[in-house]
């Protein structure tokens, strides 16, 4: 029996059947074997020893064979046990058997009993055949729907599952959406500064065209003074070119007659013509001399000028872009450097006009002795002048 005993099971085997109903006994064939119209189900009480010690039984339904006479596997039986012939003990457990027609048991049931009030007992639909109805217990209904409900909640559990690994994909995406967002707003800060920082550099590009504009202006001024102090200088340069030979001459003839009152009145006029001579000389000498010292300071002071033309022309002319305020400002310092000093005396001029400037230089173009060629300065005394000549004759 224990070769053949799990060839058949039997399913939905109720824990109690109510006395005086027919009840249904559900069965499957777990493996392939030889069937036989002579193949029975039968009800035994718990305990029993042989096949025969059966209390009821019924012939068992054959399923579709093949020609080798083999049943098919997994084949559903269902049989039907009338009410009358089923046991009236309510106290005892049975259970069902299949028994093949060599009387070999086949399979068993679990156990189970007669004896369950009507009320406990409720008929439904068979699920297989909609048409028939079923009397089972309120237990096994219940334990049927807990049966269903269990494999709903896997159901649930296996979709709360899928639900959740989504939810992670969407934290995910959404965690990568939100480190984009923040790039994103960091870029439009920085857009923001360099805006900022552009409207700044615009306006400071604008603050120094503006001064550079008026620097031009200035610079076109200074050009203006420039050139009038540059026709100032060439007037006075005419004008001292002019000046030492009236100087000498008038100096000469104060000579020739300081020469003579000093001759004694028996003295010849050899004498007196001796005295013309070297005067004469003494005059062409000095007139030389005097135009050396003239052309000598008048171009020290336009080669002074052009110096500062040429770099005004040099550095304000070009594109204002080109060369940094330090090298403006060491050109300038040089400029002013060259042209605060007094080309005659080298004396450093700070914060004074050009005008005065020019007033000292044209101070040094006073009477020179036709002697020695000393240099006095303009307005000395007349007389002064005479003395230091004739110191020379005595």
């Given at each position: 029996?224990?070769?053949?005993?799990?060839?058949?099971?039997f399913?939905d085997v109720?824990?109690?059947y109510?006395?005086?109903?027919s009840?249904?006994?559900?069965y499957?064939?777990?493996?392939p074997?030889t069937?036989s119209?002579?193949?029975?189900?039968?009800i035994?009480?718990v305990?029993?020893?042989?096949y025969d010690?059966?209390?009821t039984?019924?012939?068992?339904?054959?399923?579709?064979?093949?020609?080798?006479?083999?049943?098919?596997?997994?084949?559903?039986?269902?049989?039907t046990?009338?009410?009358d012939s089923?046991?009236?003990?309510?106290?005892?457990?049975?259970?069902?058997?299949?028994?093949?027609?060599?009387?070999?048991?086949?399979?068993?049931s679990?156990p189970?009993?007669?004896?369950?009030?009507?009320?406990?007992l409720v008929?439904v639909?068979d699920?297989?055949?909609?048409t028939t109805?079923v009397?089972k217990t309120?237990?096994?209904?219940?334990?049927e729907?807990v049966?269903?409900?269990?494999?709903?909640?896997?159901?649930?559990?296996?979709?709360?599952?899928?639900l959740?690994?989504?939810?992670d994909?969407?934290?995910?995406?959404k965690?990568?959406?939100?480190?984009q967002l923040?790039e994103?707003s960091?870029?439009?800060?920085?857009?923001?500064?360099e805006?900022?920082?552009?409207?700044?550099l615009n306006?400071?590009?604008?603050?120094?065209?503006?001064?550079?504009?008026?620097e031009?202006?200035s610079?076109?001024q200074?050009?203006?003074?420039?050139?009038?102090m540059?026709?100032?200088l060439m007037?006075?340069?005419?004008?001292?070119q002019?000046s030492?030979r009236?100087?000498?001459?008038?100096?000469?003839?104060?000579?020739i007659?300081l020469?003579?009152?000093?001759?004694?009145?028996?003295?010849d006029k050899?004498?007196?013509?001796?005295?013309?001579?070297?005067s004469?000389s003494a005059?062409?000498?000095?007139?030389?001399?005097q135009l050396?010292?003239?052309e000598?300071i008048?171009g020290?002071?336009l080669?002074q000028?052009?110096?500062?033309s040429?770099?005004?022309s040099?550095d304000?002319?070009?594109?204002?872009?080109?060369?940094?305020e330090?090298?403006?400002s060491?050109?300038?310092?040089?400029?002013?450097?060259?042209?605060?000093?007094?080309?005659?005396?080298d004396?450093?001029?700070f914060?004074?006009?050009?005008q005065?400037i020019?007033?000292?230089v044209?101070?040094h173009?006073?009477?020179?002795?036709?002697?020695?060629?000393m240099?006095?300065d303009k307005?000395y005394?007349?007389?002064?002048?005479?003395a230091h000549v004739n110191?020379h004759?005595e």
């Amino acid at each position: 029996m224990t070769d053949t005993i799990h060839q058949v099971s039997f399913v939905d085997v109720n824990e109690s059947y109510p006395l005086g109903s027919s009840i249904q006994c559900r069965y499957i064939i777990k493996e392939p074997i030889t069937l036989s119209n002579k193949d029975w189900i039968g009800i035994y009480r718990v305990g029993w020893r042989s096949y025969d010690n059966y209390e009821t039984y019924t012939w068992a339904h054959l399923p579709v064979r093949g020609s080798d006479g083999v049943g098919v596997m997994d084949h559903d039986g269902i049989v039907t046990f009338p009410a009358d012939s089923l046991p009236k003990d309510s106290k005892d457990f049975y259970q069902f058997c299949y028994v093949s027609s060599a009387n070999e048991i086949c399979g068993v049931s679990t156990p189970f009993q007669f004896g369950t009030s009507v009320d406990e007992l409720v008929e439904v639909q068979d699920p297989d055949d909609p048409t028939t109805l079923v009397i089972k217990t309120r237990s096994h209904i219940l334990e049927e729907q807990v049966t269903a409900l269990k494999k709903e909640r896997i159901e649930l559990q296996k979709e709360t599952h899928l639900l959740h690994l989504e939810l992670d994909a969407e934290r995910k995406s959404k965690g990568q959406l939100m480190t984009q967002l923040q790039e994103l707003s960091e870029q439009q800060d920085q857009l923001e500064q360099e805006r900022n920082s552009n409207r700044i550099l615009n306006e400071q590009i604008k603050e120094l065209q503006d001064t550079l504009q008026a620097e031009r202006k200035s610079n076109e001024q200074l050009h203006q003074q420039i050139r009038g102090m540059r026709d100032e200088l060439m007037t006075e340069r005419k004008a001292l070119q002019d000046s030492p030979r009236q100087q000498l001459e008038d100096s000469g003839v104060n000579n020739i007659s300081l020469s003579i009152s000093n001759t004694d009145e028996g003295d010849d006029k050899e004498a007196a013509a001796a005295a013309l001579s070297v005067s004469a000389s003494a005059e062409d000498d000095n007139e030389a001399r005097q135009l050396s010292f003239t052309e000598r300071i008048t171009g020290s002071v336009l080669n002074q000028l052009k110096k500062a033309s040429d770099w005004f022309s040099e550095d304000f002319e070009t594109d204002p872009t080109q060369g940094t305020e330090s090298q403006r400002s060491v050109a300038t310092n040089k400029e002013e450097q060259s042209l605060r000093l007094c080309p005659v005396c080298d004396v450093d001029f700070f914060d004074i006009s050009e005008q005065d400037i020019a007033t000292h230089v044209d101070g040094h173009n006073g009477p020179v002795c036709p002697i020695c060629y000393m240099q006095f300065d303009k307005g000395y005394e007349e007389s002064k002048v005479a003395a230091h000549v004739n110191s020379h004759l005595e």
